[in-house]
């Protein structure tokens, strides 16, 4: 089955920098890979997704860009501000007969220092 | 429109004894998933339902747990005989298809004693 993996498990970021989140898949029928983000204590949100047949998508400070023949994807998050702090999942779309699975990485803690 | 709902919010229980979870989707979406999601940790699949079907149980940790989905809209999560590990939030999402992006309920927090 496919299986995602996340880093950093932890990042730590100065108001203002970037930060940017790892993640690489097994499954190479893989095609559909969303981005969430949960705060303590409520649910995860979807806040970008990006499909097979693109390499990069950006939404005002957020981007994810995607290589297909290496496997892995990732998020951007440019300007960082302290409400950015959470926990991001990345997550990746199983083919073949699991399709329609959703399987998520570990998760970074992500913390955004005023 | 209404996001995914779940109810109850929390339940407390004795060992032994069986719970149901309810997930209500938004509306006209034809994918419902189970996650559970333990203190500090990612998201377990758990189930998925594409209309009342489901065509992947494998996630299903063992055969206490068990889940239905009928008229295409609100599912039940059943835990028979829980168990102290069973303790988590578990989180229900629905999506439009299953290529589609998920959208999660609040969740459902277990705390079995």
């Known amino acids: 089955g496919e299986n995602v993996e996340q880093h950093p498990s932890t990042l730590s970021v100065q108001e203002g920098d970037s930060a940017v989140i790892k993640c690489t898949y097994s499954?190479?029928?893989?095609?559909?890979f969303p981005w969430y983000k949960q705060e303590l204590g409520k649910r995860p949100q979807l806040i970008i997704d990006?499909?097979?047949?693109?390499g990069e998508k950006k939404d005002q400070r957020i981007a994810v860009t995607l290589n297909k023949t290496a496997k892995h994807f990732s998020l951007h998050i440019t300007e960082t501000q302290p409400e950015d702090s959470a926990v991001y999942f990345c997550?990746?779309?199983?083919?073949?007969?699991?399709?329609?699975?959703?399987?998520f990485g570990q998760g970074t803690i992500l913390t955004v220092h005023p | 429109g209404a996001g995914v709902s779940q109810s109850p919010s929390n339940k407390v229980t004795e060992k032994g004894k069986d719970v149901e979870l309810r997930c209500d989707p938004i509306?006209?979406?034809?994918?419902l998933y189970w996650y559970r999601q333990s203190l500090g940790q990612g998201l377990e699949f758990l189930i998925y339902f594409q209309g009342n079907s489901a065509p992947d149980k494998s996630g299903l940790p063992s055969d206490r747990f068990s889940a239905e989905r009928t008229g295409g809209s609100v599912s039940t999560l059943t835990i028979q005989r829980t168990q102290q590990e069973d303790s988590a939030v578990y989180l229900c999402?629905?999506?439009?298809?299953?290529?589609?992006?998920?959208?999660f309920g609040p969740g459902t927090r277990l705390t079995v004693l």
């Open positions: 990006i499909r097979s047949n693109v």
């Open positions: 999402a629905s999506s439009l298809a299953r290529s589609g992006g998920q959208f």
């Open positions: 997550a990746a779309l199983a083919g073949g007969t699991s399709y329609g699975k959703l399987t």
């Open positions: 499954d190479s029928a893989s095609n559909y």
């Open positions: 509306s006209g979406h034809t994918a």
